[in-house]
T-cell receptor, first 113, second 112 residues
Framework: GAVVSQHPSWVICKSGTSVKIECRSL??????MFWYRQFPKQSLMLMAT?????????EQGVEKDKFLINHASLTLSTLTVTSAHPEDSSFYICSAAGGPEAFFGQGTRLTVV | SQQGEEDPQALSIQEGENATMNCSYK?????LQWYRQNSGRGLVHLIL?????REKHSGRLRVTLDTSKKSSSLLITASRAADTASYFC????????????FGKGTMLLVSP
């Protein structure tokens, strides 16, 4: 199957700093990328959907100024958590789709201290 | 928003036993997928069943889909300790089926 690489796997940052998470499709062109958030022992919640070259569509309740998404190329999307706070600590997972099926990255565990 | 609801929320069994997890959803779908997630790790795609299919097998996995009841079940036969994980169902809408909506998941513990 297609490979989606997410980087970093885990990151610890201080409150108030910004963190960037990358999601790359390694062997296919991803016209659409999805960002999910998962709290401990809970399910995945879709945060936003991004199409290459256009602005991301955010789900209700997700602050677009806090979670900046950029999908500048067909193989790369980035999620930047700005001015991170401890409540932003979570597991973030991306998925990428070049057609009907989406493939998931390995996830990024963010801890804000 | 969450569409799928899995039950049970948690399931504890012995190795060799079968494990059955159920998923219910609310709206029309193109397909339903089951994923496994080991603690703190990414998702592993297990199986996809389309809305016009009723049953699908893959190794020790058996998935059923009842669109009239808007429900699906995942059966893992002859479970192993390595099957310990959380299992999620995810539904894809009729229109854009790369957009998945995940259920809350079932945490499966298989004891040796």
């Amino acid at each position: 199957g297609a490979v989606v690489s997410q980087h970093p796997s885990w990151v610890i940052c201080k409150s108030g700093t910004s963190v960037k998470i990358e999601c790359r499709s390694l062997d296919f062109q991803a016209t659409t990328m999805f960002w999910y958030r998962q709290f401990p022992k809970q399910s995945l919640m879709l945060m936003a959907t991004s199409n290459e070259g256009s602005k991301a569509t955010y789900e209700q309740g997700v602050e677009k100024d806090k979670f900046l998404i950029n999908h500048a190329s067909l193989t790369l999307s980035t999620l930047t958590v700005t001015s991170a706070h401890p409540e932003d600590s979570s597991f973030y997972i991306c998925s990428a789709a070049g057609g009907p099926e989406a493939f998931f990255g390995q996830g990024t565990r963010l801890t804000v201290v | 928003s969450q569409q799928g609801e899995e039950d049970p929320q948690a399931l504890s069994i012995q190795e060799g036993e079968n494990a059955t997890m159920n998923c219910s959803y609310k709206t029309s779908i193109n397909n339903l997928q089951w994923y496994r997630q080991n603690s703190g790790r990414g998702l592993v795609h297990l199986i996809l069943i389309r809305s016009n299919e009723r049953e699908k097998h893959s190794g020790r996995l058996r998935v059923t889909l009842d669109t009239s009841k808007k429900s699906s079940s995942l059966l893992i036969t002859a479970s192993r300790a390595a099957d310990t994980a959380s299992y999620f169902c995810a539904t894809a809408p009729p229109s854009g089926y790369s957009t998945l909506t995940f259920g809350k998941g079932t945490m499966l513990l298989v004891s040796p």
